[in-house]
């Protein structure tokens, strides 16, 4: 029970609405008291012969009264309670988002996707059960219990009321136990389920190997095995589920015909009349669902705490990289000077960089190039300050980037990711992503400069065609222009390129790199690629080697030098010739 | 997410038809279960007749004899104690039924699965694949336990409360009969609404985890481009809908669910008491006449608000279900063999004008014509998507194709038993797909005949004994996780093993020495040799460096061979295997700029 105190905020929030709906509860718990009476009395009238028209009239007015008013209270205090649950879930989910915007990719190289989102719907719903059914359940067991157990003892006889009742704690006994055992025989339902599953996915994957080796029955045989296990194991489990139905109506049907019996006795005594019995035995049928509610609560709380405390867990992360007070609140442009002496990926013993220094005068364009792995992503992801936590220093205009607002040195810099992810919206909603409401005429400058526009025409419906998984498939290439459109659109102080020109051919690269050069004066850019031709054109170009820098000059200093670059370069032109077919 | 395919009421129709098709095996368990829940409702109507005849027979008149009502209490006592048990045997008998049903829909898409082309699994990704035996099949489970029995169980009451009530009054019980259309139309507008809302709440929900799940793997781009604002605001939006549609939703069930089915159970009531009340202006009413319509009500609506609230457990049925359908109608299938009693035993393979296409429009292979005799090695190479693969994947049967023709000891490969063509020919593929089990049963697979011994000669052979001999547990040690506890190599090593077990006649190579570690290169390089011999190989080489002594190496260039010959005659040539042979050797000093 102790999530409803953590959630006692939210309580405390929507302090009126759930006032109003436990009260209307326990309205209703009391309104349902009257059918049962109201058939006992009208009962016995008849019985007697002593009831008249405007009675009649009178009891069958004020049961519709009471019918109607239940009705009505009934949907008002599931707007408020179940209302108020998604309300929870809502803010939850929003909390939850906002969060996740603020931290940092180590976060996300901790974390799958598919747990995060796991947390953001399935813990999610069972805080929101909670909130809902979980404050039903617990006051309508307590209060339709209360009252339906006062009115039979109170208004009829509490011997009769006793002696009903010895057989109900068995129910909840009874019931409780099945769960128990329905819990653990669930679980091996659920593991044969998952063993099945594991099945099915291992044999689509291994298709070829099965089909090569002619196995498709063999491995059919081994999958209905498995899922004759499923099956056992599911009987496993009717066989106790199956049991809560019978449970139930034997232990009710033993209330009632101890009722019956007792009552009998008691009318003969006097005690009662058979309108008393009558409405005796409707209420007993009231009293089977809170005795089951109250079973279900410590189910629903539970799951409730345990969904909660992840939730707590993951709000509480902390956000890793931040503004410090004092953060400049200035415009991020100037010569980049990178001071490297050493840097580790977070839970990683080996440096991913060691000892890479250079400085990039504004307007300049810097290429670096090495094997995957040798660091040109890592100096990166230091510029964009994903990462923190190097020995040495980078200063961008005279400043640490650490000391700029993140804000202002991301608005300066342009980035295009190797893998080149868009969203699924419109190809100009994504070129447009830094700024949506930026006119079209700019969006098609971005796409002309990054010469993706004509393919764009090309498209079914435009710019306004539907990118991602339910949309057009691109091509790598496309992909690879469209996301440097996006950069481009920026118009940003530092354009970075991480092997976002691997996917384009060669005729292509050529003309992106000219617009570039052509656009880009003032501007400073850095390239990183594996294929040469990509900064060939740089002012400077570094050759990195398992995170340290090798060789350093331009394209023509390097040639000379026929070190690594060059070898690197004759190798390629080789490449290029066998992937034309040998043909130049 | 799931697209959600949009069902006319037609189409449900089709599917539902279909879906019950499937209890046609369980005839006679299904008529035994419902003859069992036919005698629970019988028990369930007789009890209250039995305590109306105790109430007006007895109790008003105040007399007691021993002897009647033992027998009433015993019949009493007998009917339920009866009913616990059958109620307990027909809800188990329904959930096996149930079960069964499943159980058999998952083996008819599992083995339709295996029965599929490659094309279909080009295009479908495995994990929709899956999802269609495991996931969907599991949603219609739960329609066959709660719905389908629950609709049955209120279908059965609701004959017998009426049939009992018709004996006990004919007047009475028509005028109760006038309930029937107003749930009739409760029912019905809320299906009509549900459809709506329901369906309007799912879509949002999944376009609410779609957002956040692109958002989440988009999160590096959406803070480098400062859009955090713009999607926080974009997705509280969704967030917002999907509240919205929440609150429709709840609006819904509180105005058509259990309180206006309550709301119609007080309209019974009240048309019971004012039929006795006014009746009794005139006649005598028996009180337990009262007591039993009054209980019959009662029972009457339980079940009918439990099928209720399960709709929406129907609705998403029938969704998952025409998508299991849509898998098990699916025509893409693997390649026909004419079967005949043609035996692969020399193993000659001759490729004769083979031209072919995936897509039917871009040829991949074009024209392509070599012989590998008994007992020699034909290498392909070429650069990625020169079509290696694809003379691979036609040699094995994987996809069909139409022009040209291959020929095996004279015969066309299409004309082989699948079995036969399955035990002469064996592929070993790039990345070495191990299965959970362990090392015995990967090299075994299912083939039970295969003795121990066999499966160690095995790995002897192809000298993969060396490792697997250091494990813990030896040839019984685990394998999990597609073998990730594995180097490459090594299961490299066992995938041969695995293929030399069925002593092929032909072999076939797919750049079976790429992803492999150099420590373990050298020992893969001569099990390899030992495997070539006397087998005809047909090898798709990685490094040129291990097909030097191959009779005829293949180089493809875009579908074509554009050069044939033996190593020395190629590199003699000066031609693309001259270059690529420089290149894979890093050899720069000749300067290939022209």
Same mark, same amino acid.
């Given at each position: 029970?102790?999530?409803?105190?953590?959630?006692?905020?939210?309580?405390?929030?929507?302090?009126?609405?759930?006032?109003?709906?436990?009260?209307?509860?326990?309205?209703?718990?009391?309104?349902?008291?009257?059918?049962?009476?109201?058939?006992?009395?009208?009962?016995?009238?008849?019985?007697?012969?002593?009831?008249?028209?405007?009675?009649?009239?009178?009891?069958?007015?004020?049961?519709?009264?009471?019918?109607?008013?239940?009705?009505?209270?009934?949907?008002?205090?599931?707007?408020?309670?179940?209302?108020?649950?998604?309300?929870?879930?809502?803010?939850?989910?929003? =909390?939850?988002?906002?969060?996740? &915007?603020?931290?940092?990719? =180590?976060?996300?190289?901790?974390?799958?996707?598919?747990?995060?989102?796991?947390?953001?719907?399935?813990?999610?719903?069972?805080?929101?059960?909670?909130?809902?059914?979980?404050?039903?359940?617990?006051?309508?067991?307590?209060?339709?219990?209360?009252?339906?157990?006062?009115?039979?003892?109170?208004?009829?006889?509490?011997?009769?009321?006793?002696?009903?009742?010895?057989?109900?704690?068995?129910?909840?006994?009874?019931?409780?136990?099945?769960?128990?055992?329905?819990?653990?025989?669930?679980?091996?339902?659920?593991?044969?389920?998952?063993?099945?599953?594991?099945?099915?996915?291992?044999?689509?994957?291994?298709?070829?190997?099965?089909?090569?080796?002619?196995?498709?029955?063999?491995?059919?045989?081994?999958?209905?095995?498995?899922?004759?296990?499923?099956?056992?194991?599911?009987?496993?489990?009717?066989?106790?589920?199956?049991?809560?139905?019978?449970?139930?109506?034997?232990?009710?049907?033993?209330?009632?015909?101890?009722?019956?019996?007792?009552?009998?006795?008691?009318?003969?005594?006097?005690?009662?009349?058979?309108?008393?019995?009558?409405?005796?035995?409707?209420?007993?049928?009231?009293?089977?669902?809170?005795?089951?509610?109250?079973?279900?609560?410590?189910?629903?709380?539970?799951?409730?705490?345990?969904?909660?405390? =992840?939730?707590?867990?993951?709000?509480?992360?902390?956000?890793?990289?931040?503004?410090?007070?004092?953060?400049?609140?200035?415009?991020?442009?100037?010569?980049?000077?990178?001071?490297?002496?050493?840097?580790?990926?977070?839970?990683?013993?080996?440096?991913?960089?060691?000892?890479?220094?250079?400085?990039?005068?504004?307007?300049?364009?810097?290429?670096?190039?090495?094997?995957?792995?040798?660091?040109? &992503?890592?100096?990166?992801?230091?510029?964009?300050?994903?990462?923190?936590?190097?020995?040495?220093?980078?200063?961008?205009?005279?400043?640490?980037?650490?000391?700029?607002?993140?804000?202002?040195?991301?608005?300066?810099?342009?980035?295009?990711?190797?893998?080149?992810?868009?969203?699924?919206?419109?190809?100009?909603?994504?070129?447009?992503?830094?700024?949506?409401?930026?006119?079209?005429?700019?969006?098609?400058?971005?796409?002309?400069?990054?010469?993706?526009?004509?393919?764009?025409?090309?498209?079914?419906?435009?710019?306004?065609?539907?990118?991602?998984?339910?949309?057009?498939?691109?091509?790598?290439?496309?992909?690879?222009?469209?996301?440097?459109?996006?950069?481009?659109?920026?118009?940003?102080?530092?354009?970075?390129?991480?092997?976002?020109?691997?996917?384009?051919?060669?005729?292509?690269?050529?003309?992106?790199?000219?617009?570039?050069?052509?656009?880009?004066?003032?501007? &400073?850019?850095?390239? &990183?690629?594996?294929?040469?031709?990509?900064?060939?054109?740089?002012?400077?170009?570094?050759?990195?080697?398992?995170?340290?820098?090798?060789?350093?000059?331009?394209?023509?200093?390097?040639?000379?030098?026929?070190?690594?670059?060059?070898?690197?370069?004759?190798?390629?032109?080789?490449?290029?010739?066998?992937?034309?077919?040998?043909?130049? | 997410?799931?697209?959600?395919?949009?069902?006319?009421?037609?189409?449900?129709?089709?599917?539902?038809?279909?879906?019950?098709?499937?209890?046609?095996?369980?005839?006679?368990?299904?008529?035994?279960?419902?003859?069992?829940?036919?005698?629970?409702?019988?028990?369930?109507?007789?009890?209250?007749?039995?305590?109306?005849?105790?109430?007006?027979?007895?109790?008003?008149?105040?007399?007691?004899?021993?002897?009647?009502?033992?027998?009433?209490?015993?019949?009493?006592?007998?009917?339920?104690?009866?009913?616990?048990?059958?109620?307990?045997?027909?809800?188990?008998?329904?959930?096996?039924?149930?079960?069964?049903?499943?159980?058999?829909?998952?083996?008819?898409?599992?083995?339709?699965?295996?029965?599929?082309?490659?094309?279909?699994?080009?295009?479908?990704?495995?994990?929709?694949?899956?999802?269609?035996?495991?996931?969907?099949?599991?949603?219609?489970?739960?329609?066959?336990?709660?719905?389908?029995?629950?609709?049955?169980?209120?279908?059965?009451?609701?004959?017998?409360?009426?049939?009992?009530?018709?004996?006990?009054?004919?007047?009475?019980? %028509?005028?109760?009969?006038?309930?029937?259309?107003?749930?009739?139309?409760?029912?019905?507008?809320?299906?009509?609404?549900?459809?709506?809302?329901?369906?309007?709440?799912?879509?949002?929900?999944?376009?609410?985890?779609?957002?956040?799940?692109?958002?989440?793997?988009?999160?590096?781009?959406?803070?480098?481009?400062?859009?955090?604002?713009?999607?926080?605001?974009?997705?509280?939006?969704?967030?917002?809908?999907?509240?919205?549609?929440?609150?429709?939703?709840?609006?819904?069930?509180?105005?058509?669910?259990?309180?206006?089915?309550?709301?119609?159970?007080?309209?019974?009531?009240?048309?019971? %008491?004012?039929?006795?009340?006014?009746?009794?202006?005139?006649?005598?009413?028996?009180?337990?006449?009262?007591?039993?319509?009054?209980?019959?009500?009662?029972?009457?609506?339980?079940?009918?608000?439990?099928?209720?609230?399960?709709?929406?457990?129907?609705?998403?049925?029938?969704?998952?279900?025409?998508?299991?359908?849509?898998?098990?109608?699916?025509?893409?299938?693997?390649?026909?063999?004419?079967?005949?009693?043609?035996?692969?035993?020399?193993?000659?393979?001759?490729?004769?004008?083979?031209?072919?296409?995936?897509?039917?429009?871009?040829?991949?292979?074009?024209?392509?014509?070599?012989?590998?005799?008994?007992?020699?090695?034909?290498?392909?190479?070429?650069?990625?998507?020169?079509?290696?693969?694809?003379?691979?994947?036609?040699?094995?049967?994987?996809?069909?194709?139409?022009?040209?023709?291959?020929?095996?000891?004279?015969?066309?490969?299409?004309?082989?038993?699948?079995?036969?063509?399955?035990?002469?020919?064996?592929?070993?593929?790039?990345?070495?797909?191990?299965?959970?089990?362990?090392?015995?049963?990967?090299?075994?697979?299912?083939?039970?005949?295969?003795?121990?011994?066999?499966?160690?000669?095995?790995?002897?052979?192809?000298?993969?004994?060396?490792?697997?001999?250091?494990?813990?547990?030896?040839?019984?040690?685990?394998?999990?996780?597609?073998?990730?506890?594995?180097?490459?190599?090594?299961?490299?090593?066992?995938?041969?093993?695995?293929?030399?077990?069925?002593?092929?006649?032909?072999?076939?190579?797919?750049?079976?020495?790429?992803?492999?570690?150099?420590?373990?290169?050298?020992?893969?390089?001569?099990?390899?040799?030992?495997?070539?011999?006397?087998?005809?190989?047909?090898?798709?080489?990685?490094?040129?460096?291990?097909?030097?002594?191959?009779?005829?190496?293949?180089?493809?260039?875009?579908?074509?061979?554009?050069?044939?010959?033996?190593?020395?005659?190629?590199?003699?040539?000066?031609?693309?295997?001259?270059?690529?042979?420089?290149?894979?050797?890093?050899?720069?000093?000749?300067?290939?700029?022209?």
């Amino acid at each position: 029970m102790k999530v409803f105190l953590d959630l006692g905020w939210f309580f405390k929030e929507r302090k009126k609405q759930y006032i109003v709906g436990i009260l209307m509860l326990m309205v209703v718990a009391f309104l349902q008291l009257l059918p049962p009476k109201i058939i006992g009395y009208v009962v016995d009238e008849i019985r007697l012969g002593t009831l008249t028209g405007e009675a009649l009239v009178k009891w069958l007015l004020l049961l519709a009264g009471a019918a109607l008013a239940m009705y009505i209270i009934r949907y008002y205090w599931r707007m408020m309670i179940f209302g108020s649950a998604i309300l929870l879930a809502r803010q939850l989910r929003e =909390r939850l988002f906002q969060h996740f &915007t603020r931290m940092s990719p =180590r976060f996300y190289q901790k974390r799958r996707v598919g747990d995060l989102m796991a947390h953001a719907t399935n813990d999610l719903s069972a805080v929101q059960q909670t909130a809902g059914a979980g404050v039903l359940t617990l006051v309508d067991s307590l209060t339709t219990g209360g009252f339906v157990i006062a009115a039979m003892a109170i208004t009829i006889n509490w011997k009769l009321t006793l002696i009903a009742l010895i057989p109900m704690p068995i129910m909840a006994y009874l019931t409780n136990y099945y769960g128990k055992m329905l819990h653990n025989r669930f679980h091996f339902a659920q593991e044969a389920f998952s063993n099945l599953n594991d099945k099915a996915q291992e044999s689509i994957s291994g298709i070829k190997v099965i089909k090569t080796f002619g196995q498709e029955k063999e491995d059919i045989q081994d999958f209905v095995q498995l899922s004759d296990d499923v099956v056992e194991k599911n009987i496993h489990v009717a066989k106790v589920d199956s049991l809560f139905d019978p449970t139930i109506s034997a232990i009710v049907g033993a209330s009632f015909f101890l009722s019956i019996v007792f009552g009998a006795r008691f009318i003969v005594a006097g005690e009662m009349s058979i309108g008393d019995l009558i409405a005796f035995t409707a209420y007993l049928g009231l009293l089977v669902w809170p005795m089951l509610a109250f079973g279900w609560l410590f189910n629903i709380v539970e799951r409730g705490r345990a969904s909660y405390d =992840r939730i707590r867990a993951l709000l509480a992360e902390p956000i890793d990289i931040d503004d410090t007070e004092q953060a400049l609140d200035v415009k991020a442009q100037g010569d980049l000077e990178v001071h490297i002496d050493e840097f580790k990926f977070p839970e990683d013993e080996r440096a991913a960089l060691k000892n890479v220094h250079f400085t990039l005068k504004r307007g300049e364009t810097l290429g670096i190039v090495g094997k995957t792995g040798s660091g040109k &992503t890592a100096i990166l992801k230091l510029l964009l300050r994903e990462f923190e936590g190097y020995d040495g220093w980078i200063t961008y205009g005279g400043h640490s980037i650490n000391a700029y607002k993140k804000e202002r040195l991301r608005s300066a810099i342009g980035y295009v990711p190797q893998d080149h992810f868009l969203f699924s919206t419109t190809v100009a909603g994504n070129i447009a992503f830094a700024n949506t409401s930026a006119p079209i005429e700019e969006v098609y400058e971005a796409a002309q400069l990054a010469h993706i526009h004509e393919d764009i025409l090309k498209f079914t419906n435009g710019y306004e065609t539907i990118v991602g998984e339910r949309g057009v498939s691109l091509s790598g290439g496309q992909k690879q222009r469209i996301s440097i459109a996006r950069a481009l659109m920026m118009k940003p102080e530092l354009l970075i390129l991480d092997d976002s020109l691997s996917a384009v051919d060669a005729r292509t690269e050529e003309a992106i790199l000219e617009s570039l050069k052509a656009t880009r004066i003032d501007e &400073t850019t850095i390239i &990183t690629a594996h294929r040469l031709s990509a900064i060939q054109h740089a002012h400077q170009i570094i050759v990195l080697h398992e995170g340290t820098i090798v060789e350093k000059g331009s394209h023509e200093e390097l040639m000379e030098r026929k070190g690594r670059y060059y070898e690197m370069y004759q190798l390629q032109q080789l490449e290029a010739l066998v992937e034309m077919g040998g043909e130049v | 997410m799931e697209e959600q395919p949009k069902l006319t009421g037609k189409d449900q129709g089709i599917i539902l038809r279909r879906l019950i098709s499937y209890l046609k095996p369980h005839k006679k368990v299904i008529t035994f279960a419902l003859f069992l829940l036919g005698l629970t409702v019988i028990g369930d109507v007789v009890g209250p007749i039995l305590i109306k005849t105790f109430i007006d027979d007895y109790l008003t008149v105040q007399n007691f004899p021993t002897g009647p009502l033992v027998g009433l209490a015993g019949a009493y006592l007998f009917i339920q104690i009866s009913n616990v048990f059958i109620s307990y045997f027909q809800l188990l008998k329904f959930q096996e039924i149930a079960l069964k049903i499943i159980q058999q829909m998952r083996i008819d898409v599992f083995t339709k699965v295996q029965n599929l082309g490659m094309r279909y699994f080009d295009k479908t990704p495995a994990g929709s694949i899956v999802s269609r035996v495991t996931n969907d099949t599991e949603a219609i489970k739960d329609m066959f336990v709660s719905v389908l029995v629950g609709f049955l169980q209120s279908g059965f009451l609701v004959v017998g409360v009426y049939i009992a009530m018709f004996i006990l009054n004919v007047k009475l019980a %028509l005028v109760t009969l006038l309930l029937l259309p107003i749930l009739f139309m409760i029912i019905k507008t809320y299906r009509r609404y549900s459809s709506v809302f329901y369906q309007d709440l799912r879509e949002r929900l999944s376009q609410l985890n779609a957002k956040l799940a692109e958002s989440l793997q988009g999160m590096s781009m959406i803070q480098a481009f400062r859009q955090e604002p713009r999607l926080k605001d974009e997705f509280n939006d969704i967030n917002e809908q999907h509240w919205k549609a929440g609150k429709r939703n709840i609006k819904m069930d509180s105005l058509l669910l259990r309180p206006a089915i309550d709301l119609v159970y007080a309209l019974a009531l009240i048309m019971l %008491l004012s039929y006795f009340g006014v009746t009794s202006f005139s006649n005598t009413i028996e009180v337990g006449v009262i007591y039993a319509f009054v209980t019959y009500i009662d029972r009457f609506f339980e079940p009918i608000n439990q099928v209720m609230q399960r709709l929406s457990i129907f609705q998403q049925a029938i969704v998952a279900a025409s998508r299991v359908f849509k898998l098990l109608d699916e025509e893409e299938l693997v390649p026909n063999q004419t079967n005949t009693d043609a035996r692969i035993d020399a193993g000659k393979i001759e490729f004769q004008n083979v031209t072919f296409s995936y897509d039917g429009q871009t040829d991949v292979l074009k024209n392509i014509s070599f012989t590998a005799n008994p007992g020699e090695t034909v290498a392909l190479v070429g650069h990625t998507g020169s079509g290696k693969s694809s003379i691979i994947n036609l040699l094995m049967r994987f996809y069909e194709f139409e022009q040209g023709d291959i020929l095996i000891d004279g015969q066309s490969v299409k004309a082989f038993k699948a079995q036969e063509l399955r035990d002469k020919m064996g592929l070993v593929l790039q990345d070495p797909f191990l299965f959970f089990g362990d090392i015995e049963s990967n090299i075994r697979l299912h083939n039970q005949n295969m003795t121990d011994e066999e499966v160690r000669a095995a790995a002897e052979f192809v000298q993969a004994d060396g490792f697997i001999n250091q494990l813990p547990e030896g040839y019984k040690q685990k394998v999990t996780e597609r073998g990730s506890t594995f180097s490459s190599g090594q299961r490299q090593l066992v995938a041969f093993a695995r293929t030399m077990a069925t002593d092929p006649k032909i072999l076939v190579l797919d750049e079976a020495t790429a992803n492999i570690d150099t420590e373990t290169e050298v020992a893969i390089q001569s099990s390899l040799e030992k495997m070539r011999q006397g087998r005809t190989t047909i090898a798709i080489a990685h490094r040129l460096s291990t097909i030097q002594d191959a009779e005829l190496i293949l180089v493809l260039h875009q579908g074509e061979v554009v050069e044939r010959g033996n190593h020395q005659q190629l590199l003699a040539s000066k031609g693309l295997y001259h270059k690529m042979y420089l290149l894979q050797n890093g050899i720069v000093e000749e300067t290939v700029k022209n």
